[in-house]
């Protein structure tokens, strides 16, 4: 981005660079979101504490290719969110319970910024 647009490059690096500070809040926030709209990600911790690295990781990634303008070409599936993918798969929830959260969670609201 940063060669055809390099004054938005610079400054969704410095936003994303603030929001990184809230990293925590940040991935709380949409996790708790996430649990309390998709009641089929709810009652098992295990695919729970997944879930909440899954975000976690999801977030952080995403801010550091903001802020450092890498190519999305470049960027791969992180393990986490593959095994948290399948974990809901184990517990037939499928598909539409996994779309619904990634939806969602593209969608959240930054509570800090």
């Known amino acids: 981005m940063a060669a055809e647009y390099p004054e938005a490059a610079k400054q969704l690096s410095v936003v ?7 990293l925590s809040d940040v991935s709380r926030d949409i996790g708790e979101q996430l649990l ?3 009641p089929e990600l709810r009652g ?3 695919v729970i504490k997944i879930l909440e690295a899954s975000v976690a990781e999801n977030v952080a990634t ?7 303008d890498i190519p999305l070409d470049n960027v791969e599936g992180l393990p986490v969110a593959s ?3 399948r974990r809901l798969a184990q517990h037939r929830w499928g598909a539409p319970p ?8 593209c969608r959240a609201p930054a509570s800090a910024a």
């Open 16 to 22: 994303a660079e603030r929001v990184g500070a809230h």
């Open 36 to 38: 309390a709209e998709i």
């Open 44 to 46: 098992d911790g295990t």
């Open 62 to 68: 995403l801010l550091h290719i903001f802020e450092n």
């Open 83 to 85: 095994e948290y993918a």
């Open 98 to 105: 996994a779309r619904r959260a990634w939806g969602r969670a």
